[in-house]
């Protein structure tokens, strides 16, 4: 039983193009978080989402644009991809004041 | 601005022998959950241990256990009997609910064990 499932798991597509990354947890969570690490490992926030209601978005370019129909679920939308975005994106969940559980990560390349 | 520090960019070990992983932080509150998280080579992010600030004991899961220097703001993770499947970065992160829900993160250790 997968807790939080992100799909694709791979993505590779050309500058320009607009992507779309899905997340679901079935934990039952309230709190939902995409994230971006970078070739460094470095783990960066993007936003965040309680009960379908935005709570933390950092300083994110605006083609970025997360999408919460529910609770369980929160998607990323990436307009106009550029080089700079190829990175490995997780979706991660967490009960209010607990550890967060991440999703298997998605690679997404920009060629 | 709460902060992670996580000195050591890069240790290895011998396999079967121990090893610490360092990590301090910064932060004025008194109530807090500290994290360590491990990401092996699959890219996974697996919770490894958890402390509540307000807990004097030491948390430990079978080969993984903390330091908690709570004065001295230091929550070290300490890995006995290292196995070859502890290869991985491992992440130290600080969660503080005044924080808007947000973990604050190290920039990881990669660990390496040696047969």
């Known amino acids: 039983d997968t807790a939080v499932s992100q799909t694709p798991k791979y993505l590779v597509t050309q500058m320009g193009n607009d992507k779309s990354i899905k997340c679901e947890q079935n934990l039952g969570h309230d709190t939902m978080y995409w994230y971006k690490q970078d070739s460094k490992k470095f783990l960066k926030i993007m936003f965040s989402y309680n009960n379908k209601e935005l709570i933390i978005n950092e300083t994110v370019p605006n083609r970025f644009s997360p999408k919460s129909p529910d609770k369980a679920h929160l998607n990323l939308h990436i307009n106009s991809l550029e080089l700079g975005d190829s990175a490995v994106y997780f979706c991660a969940s967490s009960p209010i004041g607990r550890e967060q559980y991440f999703g298997p990560g998605t690679r997404l390349t920009v060629t | 601005a709460q902060t992670v520090t996580q000195s050591q960019p890069e240790m290895s070990v011998q396999e079967a022998e121990t090893v610490t992983l360092s990590c301090t932080y910064d932060?004025?509150?008194?109530?807090?959950?500290l994290f360590w998280y491990k990401q092996p080579p699959s890219r996974q992010m697996i919770l490894v241990i958890r402390?509540?600030?307000?807990k004097q004991q030491n948390a430990t899961e079978n080969r993984f256990s903390v330091n908690f220097q709570k004065a001295a703001k230091s929550f070290s993770l300490k890995i006995s009997d290292s196995q070859l499947g502890d290869a991985a970065m491992y992440f130290c992160a600080y969660y503080n609910a005044g924080n808007n829900r947000k973990l604050i993160w190290g920039l990881g250790t990669s660990l390496a064990v040696n047969p």
């Open positions: 932060t004025s509150e008194s109530d807090y959950y």
């Open positions: 402390q509540e600030a307000y």
